[in-house]
């Protein structure tokens, strides 16, 4: 099993930035990728961003992202983040951390933590 837990959300204005943090624990060396999800109510779940594990990370970020957001890992500290730059209103949901083990076909959620962007 493993354990996810974000945290960095808030309330932040145009334009702003925030870091989220997706803290790993349990059976993290059975991950294959971690990945940001994001989702607003009514919605579906949307990928926002994803890197594979190991030292250096295969990195993708969703075309919505692209320039504003960073993925990135702490491989010591089994942490994720994501960098949100120059945020904007529509960015606004609730972002989830999902990690992946594509052998065993299970996947992992966190709880979400809550990115409200408005003035």
């Known amino acids: 099993q493993v354990q996810l837990v974000e945290s960095g959300g808030g309330l932040v204005k145009p334009g702003g930035s925030l870091t989220l943090s997706c803290a790993a624990s349990?059976?993290?060396?059975?991950?294959?990728?971690f990945g940001w999800y994001r989702q607003t109510p009514g919605n579906q779940r949307e990928w926002v961003a994803d890197?594979?594990?190991?030292?250096?990370?295969?990195?993708r970020i969703a075309n919505f992202g692209e320039g504003r957001f960073t993925i990135s890992k702490d491989h010591a500290k089994n942490t994720v983040y994501l960098q949100m730059n120059s945020l904007k209103p529509e960015d606004t949901a609730v972002y989830s951390c999902?990690?992946?083990?594509?052998?065993?076909?299970?996947?992992?959620w966190g709880q979400g933590t809550q990115v409200t962007v408005s003035s």
């Open positions: 890197i594979t594990s190991g030292i250096r990370g295969s990195k």
């Open positions: 999902q990690a992946m083990d594509f052998e065993a076909e299970k996947y992992y």
């Open positions: 349990g059976s993290v060396r059975t991950i294959n990728a």
